[in-house]
């Protein structure tokens, strides 16, 4: 908050956004959560109108006009919030006239509150994700395991068998065998997940976003671009670099497949203040997106996508977003996905905090 004590650190550690406006409805303070909603520093929003910082016609401006007039406090429930960059939230707010300010002519100042509802429908489906995600990988690791056994068996037998023919042309059928388990086993092997756990090192997430950024470069058509917009102050995150980049190659590489060479790629960072992942609060969280102007996930996919074998693709094999997932599970964060015709957002979730990651 900008304003003077007494009640700055309550605000600033509030996760519901508090902002104030003054008669003309320019921004005169705004609490951490506040500058979190809309993206924007205090330093950057302070003095303009709330007109200027919110995308036109808003809901939220005719109820603060509604409170002007009226001088009574009011509550909205579900309001939708559009900001600039395409995002929208769903937000409850209450606008409360500020006493002693406009008496007499003119409208009051309006103190704001904002919170944001998505966020708790989110944390209920986040959490039976995360469940839904640890059963299956109890029965994926049973089911690998009854697969690899018998198989390795098999390619052996096949093997023993081989030495025993003569004919070239039998041959080709051993081979066939071994072939095919061999496949098998690597496709029960991508399905499990990298088998390290994560070797964690402080690293700079750019870092990685940059490799996977080259990496996808080369292997793109020239309609095809990849923009950045990263926040410089980032901390580092404590995490496997390795498995990072094959998590966010694993979402790169689905924007571009659903481009099919035309388009544009956004890779967004931010910081998230007071996050939860999975029961935990964070203090700080890394959010970093990866976006797509492509024709969006498929509705009837859109539940599923980080299920294995869950594909939309007719070679895809469906494994992408799960590893994905399962890598950024084991650092303690989280993918999510928002989806429509034309904008496909996939955020993902880190814990920024030592101890955490
Ligand atoms: N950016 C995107 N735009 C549109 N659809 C997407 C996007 N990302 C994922 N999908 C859909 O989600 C499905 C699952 O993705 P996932 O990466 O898990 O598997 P895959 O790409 O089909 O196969 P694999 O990655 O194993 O080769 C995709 O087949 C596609 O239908
Ligand atoms: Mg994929």
Sequence with gaps: MTTVEPPQRILDN??????????????????PAGEALLEASAKKVLGHRLSELLAPQQP??????????????LTARGVILELPGNRSLT???TVTPLPDSGKGEGPPALLI?????????????????????A???????????????????????????????ASAELKEYTRVIIHEADRLRNLVDRMMGPHQPPRKRHI?????????????????????????????????????????????????????????????????????RGFTIGGHR?????????EDDGPGVPPDLLEHIFYPMVTGRAHGSGLGLSIAQDIVTKHGGLIECASRPGRTVFMLYLPLENGHG
């Design 204 to 272: 700079n997430v750019h870092e990685v976003l940059e490799h996977v950024r080259l990496l996808v470069l080369a292997e793109v058509p020239a309609g095809l671009t990849i923009e950045r917009d990263y926040d410089p102050s980032l901390p580092e995150v404590h995490a496997d670099s390795e498995q990072l980049i094959q998590a966010v190659l694993n979402v790169v590489r689905n924007s571009v497949e659903a481009l099919e060479g035309k388009g544009t790629i956004r890779l967004r960072t931010r910081v998230e």
């Design 60 to 73: 939220l401006l005719a109820a603060l006009d509604e409170v002007r007039a009226s001088r009574q406090p």
């Design 113 to 133: 509150e904002l919170n944001q509802v998505d966020r708790i429908l989110r944390l209920t489906r986040e959490e039976s994700l995360l469940d839904r995600q």
């Design 14 to 31: 509030l996760t519901t956004a508090v902002l104030a406006v003054d008669r003309g409805l320019r921004l005169t303070a705004i609490n």
């Design 91 to 93: 937000l409850d707010c």
């Design 282 to 290: 964070h203090r700080l969280v890394l959010r970093a997106e990866i």
């Design 135 to 165: 059963a299956n990988r109890v029965v994926m690791r049973g089911l690998a395991h009854e697969i690899k056994n018998p198989l390795g068996g098999l390619r052996g037998a096949a093997q023993l068998l081989e030495r025993e023919l």
